[in-house]
């Protein structure tokens, strides 16, 4: 089975740095994804990492590490549009079903 | 613009009385995903299909089925909701292939179970 891990709540400022973690356990592993998910809305693709390491898109960066079954969400210069949920998601050895985790609740105060 | 469309956004039905969700995209996509998500928690993947192979979740209540005539087109059919399956279900696409991971998610039908 999955099992993912986040904190189930963030605060910080606008302007601010934020990492968001998540670590997971899994019968088997292919990537871990970032979604952001606005109240009401749907979830919207962020970042995804196959490899170890830093994956870079704009404002947000996405790290994994396999080895400590660890990967983390950075969103730089926060703005208040960023107040959302934030999931990470598992992509399995069936590269076609993900997994997602319980999510994170960012709210960015002025 | 090529998208995922959900029918209806909203939807009420009774206790007991079948209901049936839609979903369509203009993505020609070989995956179609459908996702259960209750305020404030994780979606939960019910089940997918690349192309017409149909591949259930083990914990997904066989209360839930699904259909997908054709490429563009899946329907989730609840064949007797209770209060516990009232819900926002996501239907979400992707290419299916190794390569590509990013999934594309319609904008959810809220169900009311009453």
């Known amino acids: 089975g999955q099992s993912l891990e986040q904190p189930s709540e963030v605060t910080a400022v606008e302007g601010a740095i934020v990492q968001i973690n998540c670590t997971y356990q899994?019968?088997?592993?292919?990537?871990l994804s970032w979604y952001q998910q606005h109240d009401g809305g749907a979830p919207t693709f962020l970042s995804y990492?196959?490899?170890?390491g830093l994956e870079e898109t704009g404002r947000f960066s996405s790290f994994l590490s396999r080895s400590d079954s660890y990967g983390y969400l950075l969103l730089q210069e926060l703005q208040m549009k960023d107040s959302a949920s934030y999931f990470c998601?598992?992509?399995?050895?069936?590269?076609?079903?993900?997994?997602f985790g319980s999510g994170t609740k960012l709210n960015v105060k002025p | 613009d090529a998208m995922v469309i959900q029918n209806p956004r909203y939807q009420v039905t009774q206790f007991g009385k079948p209901v049936t969700l839609s979903c369509s995209q203009t993505?020609?996509?070989?995956?179609m995903y459908w996702y259960q998500q209750k305020s404030s928690q994780a979606p939960k993947l019910l089940f997918h299909?690349?192309?017409?192979?149909?591949?259930n979740e083990a914990d997904t209540p066989d209360n839930f089925q699904s259909r997908r005539p054709n490429t563009s087109f899946c329907f989730l059919d609840i064949r007797s909701p209770g209060l516990g399956d009232a819900a926002m279900y996501l239907c979400?696409?992707?290419?299916?292939?190794?390569?590509?991971?990013?999934?594309?998610f319609g904008p959810g039908t809220r169900l009311t179970v009453l």
């Open positions: 979400a696409t992707s290419r299916g292939d190794r390569g590509q991971s990013e999934q594309f």
């Open positions: 899994t019968s088997g592993f292919y990537g």
């Open positions: 998601a598992v992509r399995d050895r069936n590269f076609n079903k993900f997994y």
């Open positions: 299909y690349y192309d017409k192979d149909f591949n």
């Open positions: 990492n196959g490899l170890d």
């Open positions: 993505l020609n996509h070989n995956v």
